[in-house]
């Protein structure tokens, strides 16, 4: 990529920072007051109290819907009340907030605001102990602005800087989630062509120049074919143009002290899913570019704890980007192949991709694990139309027996609560194993059924339990956990709707626990 196409692609993340109370005044800096409050009676700030009880004695919609009100002498004049709705529902979670602020900055941002200051007042409710951070977060997911645009220079006036007017709102490492975020929502929400394999392998080594990160890129054919077999298969019908061929991305971090825990990701990238020999139809291959959301937020991830540079952690990710495309040299259902790990698969679907790609990924980051202090292995993909079937616009997390008397999905669920990424929690059962065993015995494995995962019962189960076997996990005591996030890779129209990075922000924390 050229210097100017650098400059292009550059994206201004706002800088998230702390003020102080002396902020909310013309002339602090600042040129807005967004107020994300459960109620009015919340307000601390006299100054803004004052105004908005005399607003909503005119204005019924003041503390009931996001309001833009005119205030002299506060920040640039502007002050805008977004509530909190139904807080004393107990199903409600700390996302109400996220809601609210994105709410309440896009009425600052259309006012002509670039500095506007996020005022949220605590509550005592332990859902909500996250709720300005949060809020902060949910402002950046509303602010940002699809890479084809910043490249086409059709760009959108972004801010500058939020503010919060918090001492304690943990501002390094909100900034360091949103530059993670902003890598995670790039990578995945960018058209096949501009984000190729290659595309994607670039625009990482762009993001990681000077980060402080190991990075390597697997990029020769024959390395991959002998590297890594499974993922091969699937870009088989790619190897014949050249413009589409694979890459893995190797990265790795290492704190800072003594090493007390590693974790280990494999990341699914499936640049564009085509579905293979076994084609998308009736309109279902649409948005397919979207498929690589879970190599992305890895992605994202590593860059976040590049700028945090936590202590005491390892944290090793490998990303298989590759497409899945049609075409005479394509890999077909009934084929065996035989993974990284020497177990022979066979090949159910040409459909079920991603979990080949993963596996060999998992194989490698199993023999690096066996090795290393307190090692725990993930694998991130946009997986399977059942999780969206099961759990809508969740992730799922399926974790092997190992994790599970560790408590890892427990101790990430309860994380992602906190944090407005929130988990549904499933278990792997007997069935699953059962269901990719190869009944007549010619192969070690089989990939998957030959139906939609939609419709398949345990869907989204089943398919960690291939991982498990696939990648030769079966034969240790490693703590492994699938991530699912198919329903929570992009919010709002399925198939272009805005890239979330989710779970990045839980998995940061995770990383810190």
Known sequence: MNQANKAVTAFQVPIIDVASDEAIFEGEGWDAVVVVATSLAEIKQDEISLLAAHASQIDMRVGKSATLLFAPGLAGGRLIISPVTDSVNEYSDVRIFAKAAREGIAIAKAAGAIKPLLVVPAVSDKRFVYAEQVAALACGQELWQPLEAREAKSLLPSLEAIGLLNTSAHSMLLNAAESGRVLARDLCGTEPERMSAIGFAQYCIDAFADSGLAMSVIDQVEQLKAQYPLLSAVGRSSFGVERHHPRVVKLEYVGEGTITKTLFFAGKGVIYDTGGADIKVAGSMAGMSRDKGGAAAVAGLMKALSIL?????????????????????????????????????????????????????????????????????????????????????????????????????????????????????????????????????????????????????????????????????????LAF?????????????????????????????LSKL
């Open 309 to 477: 540079k936590p202590k005491g952690i390892k944290v090793v990710a490998e990303l298989g980007l590759v497409r899945n495309s049609i075409g005479s040299d394509a890999f077909v259902t009934d084929e065996i192949i035989t993974s990284h790990a020497g177990v022979r698969v066979r090949i159910g679907n040409t459909d079920a991709e991603g979990r080949l790609v993963l596996a060999d990924l998992l194989s490698h980051l199993r023999i690096q694990a066996q090795t290393a202090v307190n090692p725990q292995l993930f694998s991130l993909a946009t997986l399977t139309g059942h999780v969206v079937r099961a759990y809508g616009g969740y992730p799922a997390l399926v974790e092997n027996s190992a994790a599970k008397q560790q408590g890892v999905a427990a101790l990430l669920a309860d994380v992602g609560e906190l944090w407005g990424e929130p988990f549904e929690v499933s278990r792997l059962r007997t069935e699953d194993f059962d269901k990719v065993a190869d009944k007549n015995g010619v192969a070690d494995v089989v990939s998957s059924n030959n139906g939609p995962s939609s419709i398949t019962a345990r869907g989204h189960q089943y398919p960690a339990a291939f991982l498990i076997k696939a990648s030769g996990l079966m034969q240790t005591t």
């Open 481 to 509: 956990t699938h991530i699912d996030i198919a329903g929570s890779a992009v919010e709002g129209d399925p198939l272009y709707g805005k890239p979330t990075a989710s779970p990045l922000v839980a998995l940061l924390h």
